[in-house]
């Protein structure tokens, strides 16, 4: 089994920071590709941004430019450094992992970013 857990989540003003970070545990052959998906209330999921075993890395578009993710493979962490936050960024959070040998994406809980003043 494995989990996921991410944390770092809150509340920040728009044009603030805020780092979130995630890591992987259990019963890990090798984890591919880590990221974040958010999901806004009333709007369907979507990614936030993902990085492969090879550090190639792929943003959403609306936070291109302001979102920078980077990833410890030794660690199984990652971690998401979110800049000039809007309103519209606010959302909960979930990192995932996906594991090719089991052909399956593994779910953290989520975490709550609120971007308001």
């Known amino acids: 089994q494995v989990q996921v857990v991410e944390s770092g989540g809150g509340l920040v003003q728009p044009g603030g920071s805020l780092i979130l970070s995630c890591v992987a545990s259990?019963?890990?052959?090798?984890?591919?590709?880590m990221g974040w998906y958010r999901q806004a209330q009333g709007k369907q999921r979507e990614v936030a941004a993902t990085v492969g075993t090879s550090g190639n890395k792929n943003y959403g578009e609306s936070v291109k430019g302001r979102f920078t993710i980077s990833r410890d493979n030794a660690d199984n962490t990652a971690s998401l450094q979110m800049n000039n936050l809007k309103a519209e960024d606010t959302a909960v959070y979930y990192c995932f992992v996906w594991i090719l040998d089991d052909e399956k994406f593994y779910w953290g809980q989520g975490t709550q970013v609120t971007v308001s003043s």
């Open positions: 259990g019963n890990i052959s090798g984890i591919n590709v």
